[in-house]
Each structure stands twice: as C-alpha cells, then as structure tokens.
T-cell receptor, first 116, second 109 residues
C-alpha cells in the first residue's frame, strides 16, 4: 500500500518551453502533497505544499509563477515548470501524505528534467 | 533547516547489525520521528517512524531515547541492498519535511 507514481520519469525539453509533471497517489487519497527538487549530490529541497482544492504554498525563494502547482483531486497533483531554463534541470520528487497520526509522507520515484 | 543531526557516513559489513544515530534535540512532544532511505536516482523510501516507544517492522527497528532528543535506526543484518543515504526527519511547521544531508551507509561484502 501507499504507492505514489510520477509521470514522466524523465523529460528533456528546450529552453523556454513548459513541462508538466504529474504526481498520483495510487491506493490512497491525499489531501496534501509536497514537491521537492534535488540537485546532483545534494539533499532534497522542499519547494511547495500542495493542498487539494486550495492554492499551493511555496517555500521561501521558490517562484510561484515559475512553478505552477495544481491539486485538482485527492489523488493528483501537477507541477508545471514554465519557461524552463537549463538551471531548472533537476530531479523533481513529489510526496503524498497518508493522513492520520504520524502523517507519513510517501514519495514518488522522481522525474528527471533536463533543459537544453 | 533540517533540525536533525546525523553523521555524514557510516560503514558496515554485510550481515552485521548497523546502528544509525540521529539527534533531534528540539523536537516537540507531539512530533513523530521519521526515517527514510534513498538510492541514487530514486525517490526516498519509507523505512519506519515512531513517537515515544521503540518500533519494529520488517525493515528495521527504531530506538527512541527516553527524552526523545535522539533516536537510532537499527538494521539487524545489513545487506548490500541496504547501502543508501538514510534520512532522519522530524516534521516542522505543519508536517513539512526539511531534509538534512543524511547518513550515507556503505555496506561491505
């Protein structure tokens, strides 16, 4: 149980284009999902909190107009990287919260974004 | 700010127990302690979590100090597949996870 998927697993795009990444909780409903990114040889960095039916909240320093987050249902959150540039190349990982008690987060497998 | 402290790296021999320490001296009374591990190019994998009592599951055991300021993840018999970066996390500010640098575990055959 508690499986989270991401699509696509990797994507290569040209500079200036937009890329959408999907995060799905497959066997549970998640009112809260989180988005992280991870640069090579670094730890995960929290980008934003995605709450179903409301606007996402972004961590300090993360541009909300560049990283658009939509949490349209209890099983799906999307991250759109708008006008991507090479410095946005990173490993993007989502997590979904299994509600109740510890509020454990379950992570997706990640999406490797390469911007040329 | 991860608010947890872990050694950067540890090494173990295969089939021997491994004790991975974590300090979380500022943890509040209601915050759970979570442990995850991550292999290269993969998302973090849930290992175990606990609040006050020691916890066991099929992957590991979690020993939590009585004052809750530290905890130890115990892998009873390390295998080569256990080589990963292990993260100890305490939630902060509405259950957000701020990852530290974790402990890179190397398992020698």
């Amino acid at each position: 149980g508690a499986v989270v998927s991401q699509h696509p697993s990797w994507v290569i795009c040209k500079s200036g284009t937009s890329v959408k990444i999907e995060c799905r909780s497959l066997d549970f409903q998640a009112t809260t999902m989180f988005w992280y990114r991870q640069f090579p040889k670094q730890s995960l960095m929290l980008m934003a909190t995605s709450n179903e039916g409301s606007k996402a909240t972004y961590e300090q320093g993360v541009e909300k107009d560049k990283f658009l987050i939509n949490h349209a249902s209890l099983t799906l959150s999307t991250l759109t990287v708008t006008s991507a540039h090479p410095e946005d190349s990173s490993f993007y990982i989502c997590s979904a919260v299994l509600a109740g008690g510890a509020d454990t987060q379950y992570f997706g497998p990640g999406t490797r974004l390469t911007v040329l | 700010d991860a608010k947890t402290t872990q050694p950067n790296s540890m090494e173990s021999n295969e089939e021997e127990p491994v004790h991975l320490p974590c300090n979380h001296s500022t943890i509040s009374g209601t915050d759970y302690i979570h442990w995850y591990r991550q292999l290269p190019s993969q998302g973090p994998e849930y290992v175990i979590h606990g609040l006050t009592s020691n916890v066991n599951n099929r992957m590991a055991s979690l020993a939590i100090a009585e004052d809750r300021k530290s905890s130890t993840l115990i892998l009873h018999r390390a295998t080569l597949r256990d080589a990963a970066v292990y993260y100890c996390i305490r939630p902060y500010n509405f259950n957000k996870f701020y990852f530290g640098s974790g402990t890179k575990l190397n398992v020698k055959p």
